[in-house]
């Protein structure tokens, strides 16, 4: 029989909770405790040890939450991940062209990637569990999808030539991710680009393939 004091946890991958927890809720913790640790050290470093001495919780608590570290990364992934997807849709909704709005969107991923190197990292290259790269590749598909909406609008208007829109969208996906594994992983060494100006090149070449056309994108003052 359920009590008031039975706490049902949510889930930012709309997993079902494992179980109910008496008491407080320290799902919100735990989270902002392992999405913290793993912004600063990656996902293979952190600890449970550690993500529980954060949150301030004992060690079997937060194994009652979540029975293995890979069920705690997979929600840290969907968790991030979400919140940098809605960010770029907001802005793909914007005013303007079709390219105006691919170009601000790409960007708009690259520059907070760039911001927050270690768990860009994390999201996009680091080596990581089969479960936790199912994970990422649901964050690849969902931003590839929000590349797939603009170039789609860019079609019907006539200002992109015909395509596979989600072809050229997961060529974006691919070319930030992959273009941007360097910058996120070292410092970018003497006599090479600066990130920005890496980033920068990156979706001159998505926007040039997209649209056919000589464009070159120029990041907001």
């Known amino acids: 029989m359920n009590t008031e004091n039975d706490l049902t946890l949510p889930s930012p991958s709309g997993r079902k909770p494992r179980l109910r927890i008496r008491g407080p809720d320290k799902y919100p913790l735990i989270l902002k405790a392992a999405r913290d640790l793993v912004a600063a050290h990656g996902f293979r470093d952190v600890q449970m040890s ?3 001495d954060a949150a301030g919780i004992a060690i079997g608590t937060l194994y009652r939450y979540f029975p293995a570290k890979s069920d705690l990364m997979i929600e840290v992934v969907s968790l991030t991940a979400q919140r940098e997807v ?3 849709a907001s802005v793909a909704r914007e005013q303007g062209t079709a390219a105006q709005r691919l ?3 790409a960007w708009t ?3 907070r990637a760039l911001r927050g190197r270690r768990m860009a990292y994390a999201l996009v290259a680091e080596p990581v569990e089969p479960e936790i790269e199912a994970a990422r590749l649901k964050y690849h598909r969902a931003l590839a999808g929000v590349f797939t909406a603009i170039i789609e609008d860019g079609v019907r208007s006539g200002e992109f030539p015909r395509q596979n829109e989600r072809g050229s ?5 691919g070319c930030l991710f992959e ?3 360097n910058p996120l992983s070292t410092d970018s060494s003497s006599g090479e680009p600066g990130p920005t100006e890496h980033a920068i090149e990156i979706i001159s070449f998505c926007l040039r393939g997209v649209s056919g056309g000589p464009l070159v994108f120029a990041a907001p003052q």
């Open 109 to 111: 991923f690259a520059n």
């Open 50 to 52: 550690s993500i529980a």
């Open 86 to 88: 809605d960010v770029v």
């Open 179 to 181: 273009g941007l594994v």
């Open 103 to 105: 170009g601000a969107a």
């Open 169 to 173: 969208a997961a060529c974006i996906v």
